[in-house]
């Protein structure tokens, strides 16, 4: 069965968490038990309704304040496929949980409140689903019931948001549903109170997304962390070379070349656990072995013969900042890229975004919390890595304080 990846976003109390909730309650994922404790818990708070929100609000201070602050990982399925929902914050102060739950998304929930419009973290997130690549993403103009079903609402809202994602460049996928998430309008099945609307329904609309091995199709990148020799009788001369194949697909037979040696080899047998299989898709852990006895270390990147490649030691990235203490250039760092762990300094500044205007801003000295922005970098050593529009499971990185050992920045190649 089909797997789609979800991430929802938005605003404090723009409805993330109800959304999600009735999601849950309408496709009778809820078992019995869960749901008695959450009646009881909306009765405890004096609520005249069942609060949904109660479902995903895992943490005692979310429950408490009625904001999610951790990444909440919520798994359902209907007839047609399975469903793994990314419940991100809405708080500007939680940007950097946001970035990390979207990450694998295949689509995005954008939530607006209705009687709001479109906020800073509105913006913020439909920005950050255009960094990160996100073919899809779906703006639910939540809490319709709070301005009577006005369809001028909607269209203004609308009209808005066109406009910011022409303006950032969105390129994927862009579809509107308004609708009431506390009463279940247009989340699963039609509103009769928005007769206006002729789309589909939020759950009917996610049916419809085709799932598809993106990943596969890319340039394959096999990263390797570590190398097997057992010294058995049984395995005598075997030398296997373990790790994640990120992107594309590998084949027995195929040859392939070792970065940064370039030397090569042909694939001799690939092992899925302790099963041989003949081939191998982006994202599974597997062991190589390869016909001749190649110097291949913890690092090294195996990758199809004759498939463009590119080694990097400085180079120009889109960053965000996630640390309380602000980035100054000439500032230096640990940056990991796959299994790799390198030294790396911060040269220089090209811009960063204000969010209000969407607009880039040179002349900059420091990157603050939540800041975005493009930045130039330099490696002590060279990586072996992709343009992240060309490949994002191969363009990404994250930049670690040498001391604290925190990660305080994630990074996309361009």
Same mark, same amino acid.
């Given at each position: 069965?089909?797997?789609?990846?979800?991430?929802?976003?938005?605003?404090?109390?723009?409805?993330?968490?109800?959304?999600?909730?009735?999601?849950?309650?309408?496709?009778?994922?809820?078992?019995?038990?869960?749901?008695?404790?959450?009646?009881?818990?909306?009765?405890?708070?004096?609520?005249?309704?069942?609060?949904?929100?109660?479902?995903?609000?895992?943490?005692?201070?979310?429950?408490?304040?009625?904001?999610?602050?951790?990444?909440?990982?919520?798994?359902?399925?209907?007839?047609?496929?399975?469903?793994?929902?990314?419940?991100?914050?809405?708080? !500007?102060?939680?940007?950097?949980?946001?970035?990390?739950?979207?990450?694998?998304?295949?689509?995005?929930?954008?939530?607006?409140?209705?009687?709001?419009?479109?906020?800073?973290?509105?913006?913020?997130?439909?920005?950050?689903?255009?960094?990160?690549?996100?073919?899809? !993403?779906?703006?639910?103009?939540?809490?319709?019931?709070?301005?009577?079903?006005?369809?001028?609402?909607?269209?203004?809202?609308?009209?808005?948001?066109?406009?910011?994602?022409?303006?950032?460049?969105?390129?994927?996928?862009?579809?509107?549903?308004?609708?009431?998430?506390?009463?279940?309008?247009? !989340?699963?099945?039609?509103?009769?109170?928005?007769?206006?609307?002729?789309?589909?329904?939020?759950?009917?609309?996610?049916?419809?997304?085709?799932?598809?091995?993106?990943?596969?199709?890319?340039?394959?990148?096999?990263?390797?962390?570590?190398?097997?020799?057992?010294?058995?009788?049984?395995?005598?001369?075997?030398?296997?070379?373990?790790?994640?194949?990120?992107?594309?697909?590998?084949? !027995?037979?195929?040859?392939?070349?070792?970065?940064?040696?370039?030397?090569?080899?042909?694939?001799?047998?690939?092992?899925?656990?302790?099963?041989?299989?003949?081939?191998?898709?982006?994202?599974?852990?597997?062991?190589?072995?390869?016909?001749?006895?190649?110097?291949?270390?913890?690092?090294?990147?195996?990758?199809?013969?004759?498939?463009?490649?590119?080694?990097?030691?400085?180079?120009?990235?889109?960053?965000?900042?996630?640390?309380?203490?602000?980035?100054?250039?000439?500032?230096?760092?640990?940056?990991?890229?796959?299994?790799?762990?390198?030294?790396?300094?911060?040269?220089?500044?090209?811009?960063?975004?204000?969010?209000?205007?969407?607009?880039?801003?040179?002349?900059?000295?420091?990157?603050?919390?939540?800041?975005?922005?493009?930045?130039?970098?330099?490696?002590?050593?060279?990586?072996?890595?992709?343009?992240?529009?060309?490949?994002?499971?191969?363009?990404?990185?994250?930049?670690?304080?040498?001391?604290?050992?925190?990660?305080?920045?994630?990074?996309?190649?361009?």
């Amino acid at each position: 069965m089909d797997v789609l990846r979800l991430a929802t976003a938005g605003s404090v109390d723009d409805g993330k968490s109800t959304l999600i909730g009735r999601l849950l309650y309408d496709t009778k994922s809820i078992t019995k038990d869960k749901l008695e404790a959450v009646e009881a818990s909306s009765q405890r708070k004096g609520l005249d309704f069942v609060d949904l929100s109660l479902l995903t609000d895992g943490l005692i201070a979310e429950r408490e304040q009625g904001i999610t602050i951790d990444v909440a990982h919520i798994y359902f399925a209907t007839d047609t496929r399975k469903y793994i929902i990314a419940d991100t914050p809405g708080h !500007v102060e939680y940007t950097r949980n946001m970035i990390t739950g979207a990450s694998n998304a295949e689509a995005s929930i954008v939530l607006v409140d209705a009687r709001n419009g479109v906020s800073e973290q509105t913006r913020r997130h439909l920005f950050i689903s255009s960094l990160l690549e996100i073919d899809h !993403v779906v703006v639910a103009v939540n809490k319709m019931d709070l301005v009577n079903y006005d369809q001028a609402t909607f269209e203004s809202i609308k009209a808005n948001v066109e406009g910011l994602a022409e303006k950032i460049g969105f390129k994927g996928e862009l579809t509107f549903i308004p609708l009431a998430a506390k009463y279940g309008d247009n !989340v699963v099945t039609p509103s009769e109170n928005m007769s206006w609307y002729s789309g589909q329904p939020l759950l009917q609309y996610l049916e419809s997304i085709p799932v598809h091995k993106r990943d596969d199709a890319l340039p394959a990148r096999f990263h390797v962390q570590a190398v097997i020799r057992p010294h058995s009788d049984e395995y005598h001369d075997f030398r296997g070379y373990t790790g994640k194949l990120v992107s594309g697909s590998l084949a !027995v037979g195929q040859r392939v070349s070792v970065l940064p040696s370039l030397k090569e080899s042909a694939i001799k047998a690939i092992y899925a656990g302790d099963k041989k299989v003949e081939g191998a898709h982006a994202g599974e852990s597997l062991s190589i072995e390869l016909e001749d006895d190649v110097d291949i270390s913890r690092g090294n990147t195996l990758v199809p013969v004759g498939v463009p490649h590119q080694q990097l030691s400085q180079f120009s990235a889109k960053l965000t900042w996630m640390d309380e203490q602000p980035l100054t250039a000439g500032k230096t760092f640990l940056l990991q890229h796959g299994v790799n762990r390198i030294k790396a300094k911060l040269n220089s500044f090209a811009h960063v975004i204000d969010m209000n205007t969407i607009e880039e801003k040179g002349d900059v000295r420091e990157f603050k919390l939540n800041d975005i922005g493009e930045v130039n970098i330099k490696t002590a050593k060279p990586i072996f890595a992709d343009r992240y529009a060309d490949n994002p499971r191969n363009g990404a990185f994250i930049l670690i304080d040498e001391y604290s050992n925190n990660t305080v920045a994630v990074g996309f190649i361009l």
